[in-house]
């Protein structure tokens, strides 16, 4: 196997991380200009555009080799994941960026040959920087990370948004009522690369979303995998990070198999 230099490709990315929080962090003062992608709820805005070309254009410099896969289109469209690949969501909460101006992040995610090496996730406003790096373990603000233990379903607060526990046209409404019922508590804080580093951090303890992207769950896949949780879709396959939208299950492990088997699978 080629050798890649990867403490380089990491302080790399960080820099580039902060650098891009910066600048979103600039723009609070200037107008936002707001687009509609899908629908009315589906919202992208400049900085989106902006940083997503800022990362494209600082990685093509220094790595002309790497590809870039980002939500906003400026990447390539890629079919394969052989060699070092950024998956990358500029701004992950684009609607509670335009609402809120909080509890939105950066989401990178770097694989080789299709496996999870280096995973950034920037909360930009509460300035939390969470990463992972394969075998080297997970870390937020410098500080690592202790692996993941399982929990009950009674004492386990999820991560789900309202939509999939009504009648949706991804997954079975009672399935997901009966899941709402039986944990302690859900929250829904409108960013997947953030529930995902809530996991990692202990916050929570499961996310689910029916539609998601790569650039939503790369980053998140590295740290929570990093540190013993699972995610998979809901029926227990592997992620495939080259399918635009997919449903996604993260948890801790033991609790990960558990809804698993007495929800999704019933
Ligand atoms: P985004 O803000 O980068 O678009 C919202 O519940 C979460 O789902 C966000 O992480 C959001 O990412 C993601 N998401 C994925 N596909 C979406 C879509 N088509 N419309 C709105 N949010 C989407
Ligand atoms: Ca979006
Ligand atoms: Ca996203
Ligand atoms: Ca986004």
Not at 63 to 76: K, Q, R
Not at 166 to 194: P, Q, W, Y
Not at 212 to 230: H, N, R, S, T
Not at 250 to 264: R, S
Request: hydrophobic letters at 40%.
């Amino acid at each position: 196997m080629e050798k890649h230099d990867w403490d380089n490709v990491f302080n790399f990315a960080k820099v580039l991380v902060l650098d891009a929080g910066d600048q979103i962090r600039l723009s609070f003062k200037q107008k936002l200009i707001i687009d509609f992608k899908e629908n009315a709820s589906d919202l992208v805005t400049n900085m989106d555009k902006q940083i997503e070309k800022f990362f494209i254009q600082k990685i093509n410099e220094k790595y002309p080799s790497h590809h870039i896969l980002g939500e906003e289109g400026y990447g390539e469209e890629l079919t394969s994941l052989d060699g070092i690949v950024w998956i990358i969501d500029p701004i992950d909460g684009t609607m509670n960026f335009v609402h809120m101006q909080r509890h939105f992040a950066i989401s990178v995610g770097i694989y080789h040959n299709g496996e999870g090496v280096i995973g950034f996730i920037y909360d930009v406003v509460a300035d939390d920087l969470y990463y992972a790096v394969k075998g080297g373990g997970a870390f937020v603000n410098g500080e690592a990370l202790p692996p993941l233990k399982s929990t009950e379903i009674g004492k386990a607060v999820i991560g789900i948004n309202a939509a999939w526990g009504i009648e949706n046209k991804r997954i079975d409404s009672s399935i997901t009522s009966a899941l709402i019922r039986d944990v302690r508590g859900t929250r829904s804080f409108g960013s997947a690369t953030l529930e995902m580093a809530y996991i990692a951090s202990g916050k929570i303890d499961g996310y689910l979303s029916m539609r998601l992207a790569p650039w939503d769950y790369a980053a998140g896949k590295i740290l929570i995998e990093e540190l013993g949780g699972k995610i998979s879709s809901v029926s227990g396959e592997p992620l495939q990070l080259l399918t635009k939208q997919t449903p996604v299950f993260a948890a801790k492990p033991g609790l990960h198999e558990y809804i698993l088997e007495n929800y999704f699978k019933k």
